[in-house]
């Protein structure tokens, strides 16, 4: 290759020549650096030469120092036993050929292992420093103006072919990642044995993968389940890629009052957006709302993304129903006495008291039937008005009051039956009342012809008048054929009285009969 290397030989020729005029025998070549000296001949005649041979490896040293220098001395015996003696030196120049080669290489470390290289994870590099050239170069450095440190070297100084490892860490950018690579040079930089400077640099291009994704995720809270208590939606939108996104808009079919903070994601970067939608008594009776929120933006290199979260909101179907029953007696003849036979009519309220609609509403009554109803069909809140009517009898009036009760029933979207009562006490009020109608006839008006006396005796109240008994002044001989009447019965009792002659003078004769029980 041009240049003396350690391990290479070097290959020396001596020339040796008989400069006297008696022949020299017993010639030996002696030189310190080489062992393998080599000549063709032992002795030599007066004006001859031989050519002898040796070969020496340099050491590093030897090669560092630009010249190998040495030596050899040729020794012989003249005629006389007499030595001969002479030495020739020789320096060899080794030119020095310093070289340098640096290899780098950069491989993405994605410290949170989630597959995508993200801002601030790193680039580690590896740097290798060759010593390509035939002398030791000192004083090594490696630079790096890309890396906010320099980087470290396992060795400072490098014999030929010997090699240091050097790293050295980047903090990805976002400009990094839009780029979708990063390239820097990496110089280094030594002495060669004189101190003459000796430098190499090496490239790198590392790619960095440019991944472009949007998340969505949505949850809904609410205070209540019904058509007028909103649904309150978060809406987390995520970049999960490392290229930023711009333009980001949410669009959801059921709400009009998406908002977010920003239309911009950098990589990794997420923010909460809100909605609100007031559920339909659809979607109440159902027991759950389904919608879905998408995302849309741009990345950086102009490519449209989209990405969609959907949520199930599970309300609590609260069925219930109400029931308010009222009782009003009904004085048919309008004579103030509730009679039996006459009635009490009663009113039912029926109300949608929970948050579903109800269907097949309807009212059962033990006492009366059938209770008629306007609507069978409740939306939450509203109420249907419910009547019967019920015939009195002669127990309630003794008893005093009419007390029942009735169930309101309807049934809920999953035809599960709700039930709900209420009892109404309505008063009928005892009225005992008797009526008495009281006349007279006679066929003469004399002290000797009795006057007589129908009385008849009513029993105009509403319960049973018994131990009816007559009181009169004048008559001693009153009788009734009985002495309890019913309720609207009658009866006629008698009594005579024969005047007094001071009555007859009078002209008239007045009593009263008094009646009680």
Same mark, same amino acid.
């Given at each position: 290759?041009?240049?003396?290397?350690?391990?290479?030989?070097?290959?020396? =020729?001596?020339?040796?020549?008989?400069?006297?005029?008696?022949?020299?025998?017993?010639?030996?070549?002696?030189?310190?650096? *080489?062992?393998?000296? /080599?000549?063709?001949?032992?002795?030599?005649?007066?004006?001859?030469?031989?050519?002898?041979?040796?070969?020496?490896?340099?050491?590093?040293?030897?090669?560092?120092?630009?010249?190998? +220098?040495?030596?050899?001395?040729?020794?012989?015996?003249?005629?006389?036993?007499?030595?001969?003696?002479?030495?020739?030196?020789?320096?060899?120049?080794?030119?020095?050929?310093?070289?340098?080669?640096?290899?780098?290489?950069?491989?993405?470390?994605?410290?949170?292992?989630?597959?995508?290289?993200?801002?601030?994870?790193?680039?580690?590099?590896?740097?290798?420093?060759?010593?390509?050239?035939?002398?030791?170069?000192?004083?090594? =450095?490696?630079?790096?103006?890309? %890396? /906010?440190?320099?980087?470290?070297?396992?060795?400072?100084?490098?014999?030929?072919?010997?090699?240091?490892?050097?790293?050295?860490?980047?903090?990805?950018?976002?400009?990094?990642?839009?780029?979708?690579?990063?390239?820097?040079?990496?110089?280094?930089?030594?002495?060669?044995?004189?101190?003459?400077?000796?430098?190499?640099?090496?490239?790198?291009?590392?790619?960095?993968?440019?991944?472009?994704?949007?998340?969505?995720?949505?949850?809904?809270?609410?205070?209540?389940?019904?058509?007028?208590?909103?649904?309150?939606?978060?809406?987390?939108?995520?970049?999960?890629?490392?290229?930023?996104?711009?333009?980001?808009? %949410?669009?959801?079919?059921?709400?009009?009052?998406?908002?977010?903070?920003?239309?911009?994601?950098?990589?990794?970067?997420?923010?909460?957006?809100?909605?609100?939608?007031?559920?339909?008594?659809?979607?109440?009776? /159902?027991?759950?709302?389904?919608? =879905?929120?998408?995302?849309?933006?741009?990345?950086?290199?102009?490519?449209?993304?989209?990405?969609?979260?959907?949520?199930?909101?599970?309300?609590?179907?609260?069925?219930?129903?109400?029931?308010?029953?009222?009782?009003? *007696?009904?004085?048919?003849?309008?004579?103030?006495?509730?009679?039996?036979?006459?009635?009490?009519?009663?009113?039912?309220?029926?109300?949608?008291?929970?948050?579903?609609?109800?269907?097949?509403?309807?009212?059962?009554?033990?006492?009366?039937?059938?209770?008629?109803?306007?609507?069978?069909?409740?939306?939450?809140?509203?109420?249907?008005?419910?009547?019967?009517?019920? =015939?009195?009898?002669?127990?309630?009036? %003794?008893?005093?009051?009419?007390?029942?009760?009735?169930?309101?029933?309807?049934?809920?979207?999953?035809?599960?039956?709700?039930?709900?009562?209420?009892?109404?006490?309505?008063?009928?009020?005892?009225?005992?009342?008797?009526?008495?109608?009281?006349?007279?006839?006679?066929?003469?008006?004399?002290?000797?012809?009795?006057? +007589?006396?129908?009385?008849?005796?009513?029993?105009?109240?509403?319960?049973?008048?018994?131990?009816?008994?007559?009181?009169?002044?004048?008559?001693?001989?009153?009788?009734?054929?009985?002495?309890? %009447?019913?309720?609207?019965?009658?009866?006629?009792?008698?009594?005579?009285?024969?005047?007094?002659?001071?009555?007859?003078?009078?002209?008239?004769?007045?009593?009263?009969?008094?009646?009680?029980?």
């Amino acid at each position: 290759d041009g240049r003396i290397e350690v391990d290479e030989k070097v290959d020396y =020729t001596i020339v040796v020549t008989n400069q006297g005029n008696v022949v020299i025998d017993g010639i030996t070549i002696d030189d310190p650096l *080489t062992s393998d000296e /080599a000549c063709p001949q032992t002795s030599l005649a007066p004006g001859k030469q031989m050519v002898c041979t040796a070969t020496y490896t340099p050491t590093q040293e030897q090669v560092d120092s630009g010249t190998l +220098e040495n030596t050899a001395t040729v020794s012989g015996f003249d005629p006389n036993g007499d030595p001969v003696e002479k030495s020739g030196t020789f320096a060899f120049p080794i030119p020095g050929a310093p070289g340098l080669d640096v290899l780098k290489r950069g491989h993405d470390v994605d410290s949170d292992g989630d597959g995508i290289m993200e801002v601030g994870e790193f680039i580690d590099y590896d740097i290798r420093v060759t010593n390509t050239g035939n002398v030791t170069v000192s004083g090594l =450095t490696v630079t790096d103006s890309l %890396l /906010a440190t320099p980087p470290v070297c396992d060795l400072t100084e490098l014999s030929p072919g010997q090699f240091t490892d050097c790293t050295g860490r980047y903090t990805i950018t976002e400009a990094d990642i839009v780029a979708g690579s990063v390239t820097n040079t990496a110089s280094a930089s030594g002495v060669d044995p004189f101190g003459d400077p000796i430098g190499a640099s090496g490239d790198a291009k590392t790619d960095i993968p440019q991944i472009s994704r949007l998340t969505v995720t949505k949850t809904g809270v609410a205070t209540a389940f019904n058509p007028s208590t909103p649904i309150e939606y978060t809406i987390v939108v995520t970049n999960t890629g490392n290229l930023p996104i711009t333009g980001i808009q %949410l669009n959801d079919p059921r709400t009009l009052d998406e908002t977010c903070p920003k239309d911009s994601l950098a990589g990794g970067e997420q923010m909460v957006c809100s909605a609100s939608y007031v559920p339909t008594q659809d979607e109440v009776d /159902a027991g759950t709302v389904d919608n =879905t929120a998408t995302a849309t933006g741009t990345d950086s290199n102009g490519r449209n993304q989209s990405a969609s979260g959907s949520y199930t909101f599970t309300g609590t179907k609260e069925p219930a129903i109400d029931v308010v029953k009222t009782g009003a *007696t009904n004085d048919v003849d309008g004579d103030g006495i509730v009679e039996a036979g006459e009635f009490i009519d009663y009113s039912f309220t029926v109300t949608n008291s929970g948050n579903v609609t109800l269907t097949d509403v309807a009212v059962s009554d033990p006492l009366v039937d059938p209770v008629v109803c306007t609507e069978s069909r409740l939306l939450p809140g509203l109420s249907t008005s419910c009547s019967a009517r019920y =015939t009195i009898v002669q127990a309630d009036i %003794l008893l005093g009051t009419v007390t029942n009760g009735a169930v309101a029933s309807g049934k809920d979207p999953s035809l599960d039956v709700i039930r709900s009562g209420d009892f109404a006490v309505t008063e009928v009020t005892a009225v005992p009342r008797l009526r008495v109608v009281k006349s007279a006839s006679a066929t003469a008006f004399n002290t000797s012809t009795p006057v +007589e006396y129908s009385i008849v005796v009513s029993n105009i109240g509403n319960v049973e008048v018994t131990g009816i008994s007559i009181d009169d002044s004048l008559t001693s001989d009153e009788s009734c054929p009985a002495d309890v %009447l019913a309720p609207g019965e009658q009866m006629i009792c008698t009594a005579t009285h024969t005047p007094t002659q001071a009555e007859v003078d009078s002209g008239t004769l007045s009593n009263t009969a008094t009646i009680s029980g």
